[in-house]
């Protein structure tokens, strides 16, 4: 007795195309995610950051470190990284400044950056994941092809018509590297972004801790 592995490859062929839908929009909000999360953690532009940093220099001239406080802790700047170090550096006055600058910067690469290269490696694997998703696609596409050619012979058809569902099939492995292409491509910039985030939280909170040590010695 013959079975026909028609009806499972189907279900399977459509179980991929949904997976690749749901691969694509979730590559899509983690891209979202992350521009949105870089461009919070950044100062908007090196104007912004000098008008920042000017007043928290005017703040810790006169030793008024409650308002260094406050300022970091408004709205404007509680979301950004350096605001949010800065508060970290209050709290710790008591570290020398070689100390004080070492947790700084663990404080950044934990708490910051950690997460934007959890979310970037989510984009990776799916990068990874939807060209195979596609070949798998194209395969079990195939494999139904051929299991239809079989049942051909047996029952009499036109093998054409075997064409479209060949292309279709095909269109599987197109659709994956579709998902693929746009996702690597928004990686790269987004490595970048985090590149520039790197060093203008570098160049901002050591700003920071050279005015602070200069406040200590006069």
């Known amino acids: 007795m013959n079975y026909s592995l028609a009806p499972i490859l189907n279900a399977a062929g459509i179980a991929i195309y949904v997976s690749l839908g749901l691969t ?16 919070q953690k950044r100062f908007m532009t090196q104007n912004a950051a ?6 928290i220099h005017e703040d810790i001239e006169k030793k008024d470190y409650e308002s260094v406080i406050n300022l970091c802790d408004s709205p404007p700047y509680w979301s ?3 605001p949010q170090l800065i508060l970290v550096a209050m709290a710790n006055l008591e570290r020398p400044a070689k100390k004080l600058r070492q947790l700084l910067a663990e ?23 939807a060209p195979m998703l596609g070949l798998l696609g194209t395969v079990i596409g195939m494999i139904n092809a051929f299991d239809k050619i079989g049942n051909m012979q047996e029952s009499g058809g036109d093998p054409s018509q075997l064409a479209g569902e060949i ?3 095909l269109f599987t492995t197109a659709a994956g590297l579709a ?3 746009p996702l690597v491509m928004a990686g790269a910039l987004i490595h970048v972004r985090i590149g520039k985030l790197q060093d203008s939280v570098q160049e901002h909170t050591g700003e920071f801790l050279e005015i602070l040590e200069d406040s200590r010695k006069s």
């Open 167 to 169: 292309s279709f099939a």
């Open 80 to 82: 950004k990284a350096v």
């Open 107 to 129: 404080k950044f690469e934990r708490d910051i950056l950690a997460d934007l290269e959890y979310r970037m490696s989510w984009i990776s694997t799916i990068v990874k994941s």
């Open 24 to 39: 694509a929009l979730y590559g899509v909000f983690c891209v979202i995610l992350l521009v949105r999360q870089i461009s």
């Open 179 to 181: 998902v693929a292409i």
């Open 50 to 55: 000098n008008e920042f940093l000017d007043q």
